[in-house]
């Protein structure tokens, strides 16, 4: 039975996307929930499953094309074709080798794309446990496998080769390479710009002693961790909790400007923002003003490990109020964060830094980071800015501030 394989429905923000790789061939077994064809858009890159077991009949859409929301991109022919080539294989081989293998039915059922990265990370497939239909061993599988296996194991299977050595270039060679930009990327590009020359971007500068908040951290880490069943006590989940209290206290700020509308939002939908090999990401806490300290950490994990792998959908970088960015974990000890349009600001996070500050007249070594809020000066007044700024500073010295809401 021929079936007809489409695009995803793409949300309204999202208008098209482009066929990034197709995983299969044109007649190549594929087996059901086997990845097919990767589908890059603006936000996220989408996968595209086989309906069932079966091969692809023909590609409509090649590498590069460019698809709409539910548009036919290939023909998909239902049906066992994987077995007949496998009979036919075990038919082949030697009666010796023949009888080593296991009989049929004893095997365990492994898809492909399972295989294939267990072989990449010289793990046994057959080794796993499955979960999918049968105990079949998926792609998930192996990668769960694999997040929990210890680093010495790991290490212990990898093979013993010497790395390739890198090739040497011949004095006066000038090498360049011209590779085509993703979507997402000119995506960002294009965000970035629009923010620069549509908006009055403006930055204000302060900072902050991290002391209290890490000796609080320090004190209730483990007890924490305990607490909420291996949730991690970090640093972003005191600036979500002091940005969502700011944001209350001064509404502009949470503030986006339509037209010649000013809207005001009910609600504190704090972006978070994520670095990935493909480029950068905003996930959004919703109603952050609601959430628990472990919730936000918990929440703020999972957008990682799933912003890593590319599985976070584009429901759940929509919207957004306000927007938090940490360049201080790749070293950044000063930076002007770039606005995420509608919105009116943005706070950005730097590297703690000890330094040498006067308090009470004598000099004490402490943990300072900048803190830099950009913000829209169509909608935004220095006085606003500045005030919330110092509101997020305040907080975080003294966090009992934030349970008091004072």
């Known amino acids: 039975m021929s079936i007809e394989i489409k695009a995803p429905t793409f949300p309204e923000s999202v208008q098209d996307g482009t066929i990034a790789t197709w995983h299969k061939k044109p007649g190549e077994p594929v087996s059901r929930d086997e990845l097919i064809v990767d589908i890059e858009t603006d936000k996220v890159v989408l996968e595209v499953v086989a309906p069932a077991d079966g091969s692809l009949a023909e590609v409509l859409k090649n590498e590069g094309d460019t698809v709409l929301s539910n548009e036919v991109i290939a023909t998909f022919v239902e049906g066992s074709v994987a077995a007949p080539a496998a009979e036919k294989s075990r038919a082949d081989l030697p009666a010796a080798e023949s009888e080593s293998k296991p009989a049929a039915g004893t095997e365990k059922l492994v898809n492909p794309a399972a295989r294939k990265m267990a072989s990449e990370n010289n793990v046994n497939a057959a080794e796993i446990s499955g979960t999918g239909k049968d105990g079949r061993v998926t792609k998930e599988d192996v990668a769960n496998h694999l997040k929990n296996q210890p680093a010495s194991a790991a290490a212990a299977k990898a093979p013993a080769s010497a790395p390739s050595p890198a090739p040497v270039l011949a004095a006066g060679d000038r090498v360049e390479k011209r590779v085509p930009m993703t979507r997402l990327r000119k995506r960002i590009a294009e965000r970035l710009l629009e923010a620069t020359n549509t908006t009055a971007m403006l930055t204000t500068f302060n900072e902050v002693n991290m002391a209290p908040i890490m000796e609080l951290r320090s004190k209730y880490k483990d007890q924490f961790e305990k607490s909420h ?83 976070l959908s584009i429901e759940e970088m929509s919207g957004g109020t306000f927007t938090i960015t940490n360049g201080g974990v790749f070293g950044s000890l000063l930076s002007t964060p770039i606005l995420n349009l509608p919105q009116s600001a943005i706070l950005g996070m730097h590297k703690i830094q000890e330094r040498p500050m006067a308090v009470n007249g004598q000099v004490q070594i402490l943990p300072m980071m900048y803190l830099a809020l950009s913000y829209d000066h169509r909608l935004l007044d220095g006085k606003e800015a500045v005030q919330f700024l110092v509101t997020i500073k305040d907080l975080l010295e003294d966090p009992a501030r934030i349970l008091l809401e004072i």
């Open 229 to 311: 069943k291996g949730t991690r006590l970090g640093f972003m989940g005191f600036f979500v909790k002091a940005a969502a209290e700011a944001l209350r206290r001064f509404p502009a700020v949470n503030a986006s400007i339509d037209n010649n509308d000013i809207v005001y939002h009910g609600y504190q939908d704090i972006g978070v923002a994520v670095s990935t090999d493909k480029g950068l990401v905003v996930p959004v806490l919703r109603n952050a003003e609601n959430m628990s300290l472990a919730d936000i950490e918990n929440t703020i994990r999972d957008f990682g490990l799933r912003a890593r792998d590319g599985k």
